[in-house]
């Protein structure tokens, strides 16, 4: 059983930056990607990024690239998403979450994930 735990939120002004950590723990794949989500109020869990383990790929939503980054620390075994400029619109619940293969081409579907962590709160004030 994997189990994935996401920590860093808060809220922060338009402009601002915060920095998502994410660990999972108990994967036995060779390769598998590490995905982040988020999820508005009203609005559908939308795919934020994708961070293939082993290095081979990294995917972005394009109303995050160049803004975001997704990386990871070996030596602590955690995922990290750091997110500058910070809008008001990236608002919402983050989700870290692991597959079962690397990210691909489908990598924004949810349905590709396995197992996901209990969510933290971003909100962005303008």
């Known amino acids: 059983q994997v189990q994935v735990v996401e920590s860093g939120g808060g809220s922060v002004q338009a402009g601002g930056s915060l920095r998502l950590s994410c660990t999972a723990s108990?994967?036995?794949?060779?390769?598998?990607?590490m995905g982040w989500f988020r999820q508005a109020p009203g609005k559908e869990r939308e795919g934020v990024s994708c961070?293939?383990?082993?290095?081979?790929?990294?995917y972005y939503a394009d109303s995050v690239k160049g803004r975001f980054t997704i990386s990871r620390d070996n030596a602590k075994n955690t995922l990290y998403l750091q997110m500058n400029s910070l809008k008001p619109e990236d608002t919402a619940m983050y989700y870290c979450?692991?597959?079962?293969?690397?990210?691909?081409?489908?990598?924004?579907?949810?349905?590709?994930?396995?197992?996901w962590g209990q969510g933290t709160q971003v909100t962005v004030s303008s």
């Open positions: 108990g994967s036995t794949y060779d390769d598998f990607a």
């Open positions: 979450a692991a597959g079962s293969s690397y990210c691909s081409g489908s990598w924004s579907r949810s349905t590709r994930y396995n197992y």
């Open positions: 961070f293939s383990w082993s290095g081979r790929s990294i």
